[in-house]
């Protein structure tokens, strides 16, 4: 199966502040790469799907890059409502897999 | 809009099947593929099998002997029947709607408790 390795695990950043995170998958997933944000006890939300395409309703600060094994989720001038955990997925092969996660907290 | 709602019991014991049903209110189950998702707590996500509306599955290797999802159309529902449970069984469990068999999930229902023990 896809290994899908985010990081960091944890970002401290201070709100305003921009942030970047980053997911590895062990082969190639072309673009089929989406990231989720999941806040405490909430369902996850998708925020990205086809490595850069926002999903519907998600803000104009969130932005993915990237192709292949290497993917950027790029978080600008943090709002309160963005601290929270992201995971990025695979669906380019079967099993689907999604990454352990990265935590952005407020520094 | 639409909504997922999982429902079922909290709590299983060991070597039991777990058992629960997702509802698709606010739209049809009709064309679209239904995924189910786990979380142990204070863990990361891994997806448990899909089914399309149709009745064809795919199920994830690590879970397959296990594992049977079904879909009844008419009360637009869909299940999930996970057999001989351990306490590494214990997870939030989601519902999710995804637009094709390799897509991204784009609707999550809230997610249900699932405590495995005696």
């Known amino acids: 199966e896809i290994v899908m390795a985010e990081s960091p695990a944890t970002l401290s950043v201070s709100p305003g502040e921009s942030a970047t995170l980053s997911c590895r998958a062990s082969q190639s997933v072309s673009s089929n790469l989406a990231w989720y944000q999941q806040k405490p006890g909430q369902a996850p939300r998708l925020l990205i799907y086809g490595a850069s395409t926002r999903a519907t309703g998600i803000p104009a600060r969130f932005s993915g890059s990237g192709s292949g094994t290497e993917f950027t989720l790029t978080i600008s001038s943090l709002q309160s409502e963005d601290f929270a955990v992201y995971y990025c997925?695979?669906?380019?092969?079967?099993?689907?897999?999604f990454g352990g996660g990265s935590r952005v907290e407020i520094k | 809009q639409v909504q997922l709602q999982e429902s079922g019991p909290g709590l299983v014991k060991p070597s039991e099947t777990l058992s629960l049903t997702c509802t698709v209110s606010g739209g049809s189950i009709s064309r679209y593929y239904w995924s189910w998702i786990r979380q142990p707590p204070g863990k990361g996500l891994e997806w448990i099998g899909y089914?399309?509306?149709?009745?064809?599955?795919n199920y994830n290797p690590s879970l397959k002997s296990r594992v049977t999802i079904s879909v009844d159309t008419s009360n637009n529902q869909f299940s999930l029947n996970l057999g001989s449970v351990t306490a590494a069984d214990t997870a939030v469990y989601y519902c999710?709607?995804?637009?094709?068999?390799?897509?991204?999930?784009?609707?999550w229902g809230r997610g249900t408790l699932v405590t495995v023990s005696s």
């Open positions: 997925h695979q669906y380019n092969d079967w099993p689907l897999t």
């Open positions: 999710a709607r995804h637009v094709s068999a390799m897509s991204s999930f784009n609707l």
């Open positions: 089914i399309f509306y149709s009745g064809s599955t």
